[in-house]
């Protein structure tokens, strides 16, 4: 058991699933984020917790200050990635709509400041003075950093997500019609502008860019069915990074994610991760 895990009646116990969702939404790396919540613990357990009056911004601070140290080199190794960048995959039962795939790949366009007050006050509620505490600015300063965020990440914050048995319903169609090759079947279900990310971090073979339009993106799935040498095993289906989508295990022994963002009945992007680096906290005993 770890250290945090094995706090007993410390508070950091009770915040440790809200300081992770923090970490992770400024990360896009659930390893990475658990490091920063182990480190937050750390100096949680060094200092003087009786002087602390509200344990919850307390610990989202420590967070957040180590969520943007790290950014600063995590920036420079993305800049040398292999392929699409896309972040570690969360899947659920449910959808999870607060920061879904797309807008993380629309927060990874922001600089560090602006990501994270963005996250604090849009996405988990803080005022503006408790984001100033979090940044280290004033909260005026910390309100235009929000802003200017909102305004690039506007179009990725959709207004109307999929109903659930819709999206899982095309997800099971996509899954079919992919496995099987069946181009026709897989054509019905694409929008014509739709989108193929596919990250394999240089670890595994993936496309090493993103496939534009219809008759790419199917000339691209089609190929993709011929090259495996056996059908894709399915695991489950769920709801991946609030995106319909599923899980599987390919012919190479390898999980896989798929998700898939839908409007308008058809599928305008598919996100595919098969980095096995970035799939490895998926917990074995939800395989099934």
């Known amino acids: 058991m770890s250290a945090v895990a094995s706090g007993g009646d410390d508070p950091f116990a009770a915040h440790r699933p809200m300081l992770l969702r923090v970490a992770y939404r400024m990360l ?8 920063v919540v182990q480190e937050a613990y750390l100096r949680w357990s060094d200092g003087d917790r009786a002087a602390v009056r509200t344990p919850a911004a307390f610990l989202r601070r420590i967070v957040t200050r180590l969520c943007l140290d ?26 999870i ?15 560090p400041l602006e990501r994270a007050a963005f996250l604090l ?47 899982m319903a095309i997800a099971e169609a996509f899954f079919q019609a992919s496995r ?30 993103i496939l534009i339009g219809l ?3 199917a000339r691209g799935l089609a190929a993709i069915a011929r090259l495996r040498r056996g059908g894709p095993e399915l695991i489950h289906y769920g709801f991946v990074n609030g995106l319909p989508g599923f899980v599987t295990r390919e012919p190479d022994g390898e999980l896989q994610t798929t998700a898939l963002l839908i409007e308008g009945g ?22 099934h």
């Open 28 to 35: 896009g790396s659930m390893a990475e984020a658990e490091d």
């Open 70 to 95: 790290h950014l600063k080199s995590a920036r420079v190794r993305r800049e040398d990635y292999i392929g699409p960048w896309l972040p570690e995959p969360i899947v659920e039962p449910e959808p």
């Open 97 to 111: 709509e607060d920061v879904t795939l797309p807008l993380m790949l629309a927060l990874e366009r922001l600089s």
């Open 121 to 167: 006050h849009d996405v988990f509620g803080e005022d503006f003075d408790a984001v100033a505490d979090a940044l280290g600015r004033d909260a005026a300063a910390c309100r235009q950093l929000a802003a200017r965020a909102r305004e690039h990440v506007r179009a990725e914050r959709k207004r109307y997500p999929v109903a659930r048995e819709q999206g």
């Open 180 to 209: 099987n090759g069946d181009v026709d079947g897989l054509r019905t279900l694409l929008a014509d502008d739709v989108r193929f990310h596919a990250d394999g971090g240089g670890k595994r073979p993936a496309v090493a860019r």
């Open 215 to 217: 008759d790419e993106v």
């Open 266 to 287: 058809h599928v305008l992007a598919i996100y595919v991760m098969r980095n096995p680096d970035k799939l490895r906290h998926l917990k074995t005993e939800r395989l």
